[in-house]
């Protein structure tokens, strides 16, 4: 999704938005307010069946959506969220840097 799209679905109680960036990068930059972090090296885990993503997105049927710093990582989660069934998972398009572009929210 577009980050302009993105800024009206955040906040909504069935999206979950994932921030699968390093703690580094999130001290750097800031997040997105009320995202959650999954970072990247665990979202194998975290997107198959029993994993918490998984389980969040099936218990609750959020929709998740997420984000990194470009883009590259998110859209890379997505197709392993949809190979593990999560057929709804986006991500935002151009990441945090399109994000910040777009005037979205950040938390420090």
Known sequence: ISAQEA????GRPEVAL???REPRERAKHGVIPGSLRT???D????VRPG????????ATGKRIVFYCAF?????MAVQ???DAGLTSARHIQGGLDAWSKAGGALER
């Open 51 to 58: 994993g918490m993503l998984n389980e969040l997105a099936r």
């Open 7 to 10: 800024q009206t679905v955040i």
């Open 39 to 41: 970072p990247y090296a």
């Open 80 to 82: 392993a969220a949809q």
């Open 18 to 20: 994932i921030d699968l």
């Open 43 to 46: 979202l194998s885990a975290s």
């Open 71 to 75: 883009g590259k990582r998110s859209a």
